[in-house]
Each structure stands twice: as structure tokens, then as C-alpha cells.
């Protein structure tokens, strides 16, 4: 064996470097490359997951935004249906005002026609006492004194027009 100065044995310099050249290559083949190939599949299994979530999240940001739309037209359609009742009611309110305007005119014509009713018989009836009350003061006249058959004229005018006056119980105007 040759020696080398310093005491170099190139032959254990070899020896050593194939002994860790084959325990590089056996370290790689026995744990790097399994390892590896784990992680490989790992990161796959977290993409194909990571891609699964961000389709089903634009899948619910799609619902969501269809549900959005479906919303925004219900409540359009919600709007448009009370205008819709809003002046339903309003036209509703206007007939049934005029109807009561009606009603209430008829109810006015009628109280009307019966106050000139009575009007009228109170009248005919003031009338008819007037020349009763004449035809006995006419007839006291011819045979009493024409000054006491003024004054009981006069009384039985005042005592009419008293019972004129006071309404009978029962009796509307």
C-alpha cells in the first residue's frame, strides 16, 4: 500500500465515499421517494378537496344569487300587488262614499217631503180652528155684545196659538 503524505489512505477515501453514496441511494429509494410520493398524493387529495369547495362555493354563490334575484322580483311583485290594492280600496272608498252621499240625499228628501207633510196639516188644521173659532165668534157676536164677543175671540185665538205652540208628545217636525 502506498502511502500518501499525511497519512491519506485514498482506498478508505472510496471505500467511505460508496458507503455513503449507497446510503444516499438507499435512504432515497427506502424513504425520500415513499415520502415523497405520500405528499405528492397528499397535496392532490388537499387540491382535489380545495377545487371541490371552491365549486360547491360558486355553486351556493350561483343559489345565492338566483335566490337574490327570485327575492328581489317577489318583492317587486309584492310592491306591485298593494299598489294594486291600494287603489282598489281607494275606488271601493269612492263608491261606497257616493253611495252614502246617495242615501243620505234620499234620507234628506224624504225627512223633507214629511216636515212640508205636516207643515201642510198643521196648516189645514190651524185653518180649520181659525174659522171654528170665527164661526163661534161670529155666532156669540149676533147674539151677545159685539165687545164680549171680541174678547172671547181673542181668548180662544190666544189659547189656539198656545196649543200651537207647545208640540204633542210623539209628534215630529
Known amino acids: 500500500m502506498n502511502q500518501v503524505p499525511l497519512n491519506i489512505d485514498f482506498s478508505q477515501i ?22 415523497r410520493n405520500f405528499m405528492e398524493k397528499r397535496k392532490g387529495e ?21 335566490y337574490e334575484e327570485k327575492l328581489s322580483q317577489a318583492e ?13 280600496m281607494s275606488e271601493k272608498a269612492g263608491e261606497i262614499k257616493e253611495q252614502a252621499m246617495e242615501e243620505a240625499q234620499a234620507i234628506l ?16 188644521k190651524t185653518g180649520e180652528e181659525v174659522a ?16 164680549e164677543a171680541y174678547d172671547s175671540f181673542l181668548k180662544a185665538a190666544e189659547k189656539t196659538m ?9 209628534q215630529t217636525l
Do not use: W
Not at 317587486?76 to 282598489?88: P, V
Not at 228628501?109 to 189645514?124: G, M, P, S, V, W
Not at 198656545?162 to 210623539?170: F, V
Open 76 to 88: 317587486e311583485e309584492i310592491r306591485s300587488l298593494k299598489e294594486e290594492a291600494s287603489r282598489e
Open 162 to 170: 198656545e196649543q200651537d205652540q207647545t208640540p204633542d208628545e210623539g
Open 14 to 35: 472510496l471505500l467511505h465515499l460508496f458507503n455513503v453514496v449507497l446510503l444516499f441511494a438507499i435512504l432515497y429509494f427506502l424513504i425520500y421517494k415513499p415520502v
Open 46 to 66: 388537499y387540491q382535489r378537496m380545495e377545487d371541490e369547495a371552491n365549486g360547491k362555493l360558486k355553486d351556493a354563490e350561483d343559489l345565492k344569487k338566483s
Open 132 to 147: 171654528k173659532i170665527a164661526k163661534q165668534a161670529a155666532s156669540r157676536a149676533i147674539f151677545q155684545n159685539p165687545s
Open 109 to 124: 228628501d224624504r225627512t223633507k217631503a214629511q216636515a212640508e207633510h205636516e207643515k201642510e196639516k198643521i196648516l189645514e
